[in-house]
């Protein structure tokens, strides 16, 4: 039997991190866990219950009451998450969320909280995690990293082609902003900021078709499974 290995994807945001991720999940027949979904799901969790960011105790009390939970949706085989036994896959996708989460995952307790569930997610190995310190912080020892790269008017445009089917009034302005604050506020943060680990290999998909990104991820698995 081919032993499972762990696959991270890291990359700014709106780079198609959680397409190939998923697709190369598939393929391989692994568990995908999307770790940004983890941060959207607390940052709802605060923005509900008016937690105080910059109040250290209030936020380690309120990390105490935040369970989640990832589940495959038997209709769409995707992995969706929840919150308290929620299914919160779909809100946290809004907007508002996006506003906000940087600034959450930017919180020590908040990064220690989400990175140690990460880490036992995969403790049997066979996962694809996307995200930006799944490569550096939360798995160092992956046999597979990818950081992917994408141009910044490609990812505004794929960015709001997905969100324009929830919300019509959405403008490319607002889109282009909050990848543009995201982006910055996840690279200067103290903590585990979004940068390439030194043995991850890049990918830039501006110019390439979803088959093409999978095709060259599917190429790494070989090389690491069947040396040549
Ligand atoms: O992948 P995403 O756009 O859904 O992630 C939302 C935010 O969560 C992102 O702007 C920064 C944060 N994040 C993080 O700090 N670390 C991760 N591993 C994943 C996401």
Redesign the pocket.
Known sequence: MIPKIIITIDGY?SCG??TLAKQLAKKLSYAYI????M??AITLYFLRNNINLEDEKEVKEALKNISIDFIVNKNSDQSEIYLNDENVEYIIRDLVIAEK??EV?ALKNVRKFAVSAQQKMGINKGIVM?????GTTVFPDAEIKIFMLADEAVRVERRFAEMYEKNPNISLDEIKSNIAM?DYI?SNRKISPLRKADDAVELDNTHLTQKEQLDFALDLVKNIQQPA
């Open positions: 945001s991190k959680s999307d770790s940004g979904a941060y959207r989460v940087s995952a996307d995200g930006r310190d799944i995201r996840d």
